[in-house]
């Protein structure tokens, strides 16, 4: 079974940075994506960046050109670097992996990391 183990989190000031990452414990088949979702409180969670295995990488619009998500195949890592961070940022960050075990597509999920940001 994999596990997803996110860290990085924290209480910044806008403007600036964080770094999240997320390291598997686990295996798996094959690794399709990887990447992170948010969900602000009373939101729906949604997508902030994946990466893909071969480095197709997408962005949520609101983070384009803040944010940067880079992979290790190796160690089955992703990380999230995160900058000028503003206080609509605020959310628990989720790690999330999608593989394939042979049989069928899976998708697991960390637990979350929290990320505030003050004004």
């Known amino acids: 079974q994999v596990q997803l183990m996110e860290s990085g989190g924290g209480s910044v000031r806008s403007g600036e940075s964080l770094r999240l990452s997320c390291t598997t414990s686990?295996?798996?088949?094959?690794?399709?994506?990887m990447g992170w979702y948010r969900q602000a409180l009373g939101k729906q969670r949604e997508l902030v960046a994946d990466?893909?295995?071969?480095?197709?990488?997408r962005y949520l619009d609101s983070v384009k050109g803040r944010f940067t998500i880079s992979g290790d195949n190796a160690k089955n890592a992703v990380y999230l670097q995160m900058n000028s961070l503003k206080p609509e940022d605020t959310a628990i960050y989720y790690c999330?992996?999608?593989?394939?075990?042979?049989?069928?597509?899976?998708?697991?999920w960390g637990r979350g990391t929290e990320v505030f940001v003050s004004s």
């Open positions: 686990g295996s798996i088949y094959s690794v399709i994506a």
């Open positions: 999330i992996l999608r593989g394939n075990n042979q049989i069928t597509i899976q998708t697991f």
């Open positions: 990466i893909t295995s071969d480095g197709t990488t």
